[in-house]
Nanobody, 121 residues
């Protein structure tokens, strides 16, 4: 089992940037694929980005390609989501996910509590 804690959310104007962090503990970080999802009020949770166990494979939702970058730092047991060129439609609660196999469009086995990102126009 792994515990996940997100941080880095906040309020930013359109066009601005934020970096989200997901700190993992409880199990060996390198054994988990990880990813980011988000959920806006009144909507279903949607896939944002994923990264493989070794960091060699990354996947992004079409809506964030070219703007968001997912990465992981094994030494710090932390995954990051660098978000540039933020838009009001990016406003949502962002969740960290982990899975011993693959994080895909459906999600993963483990989830964090979420961090709020609000983008004003």
């Amino acid at each position: 089992q792994v515990q996940l804690v997100e941080s880095g959310g906040g309020l930013v104007q359109a066009g601005g940037s934020l970096r989200l962090s997901c700190a993992a503990s409880g199990r060996t970080f390198r054994l988990y694929a990880m990813g980011w999802f988000r959920q806006a009020p009144g909507t279903e949770r949607e896939f944002v980005a994923a990264i493989s166990k070794g960091g060699g494979t990354k996947d992004y939702a079409d809506s964030v390609k070219g703007r968001f970058t997912i990465s992981r730092d094994t030494a710090k047991n932390t995954m990051y989501l660098q978000m540039n060129g933020l838009k009001p439609d990016d406003t949502a609660v962002y969740y960290c996910a982990a899975d011993p196999n693959v994080v895909d469009q459906r999600g993963g086995d483990y989830w964090g509590q979420g961090t709020q990102v609000t983008v004003s126009s």
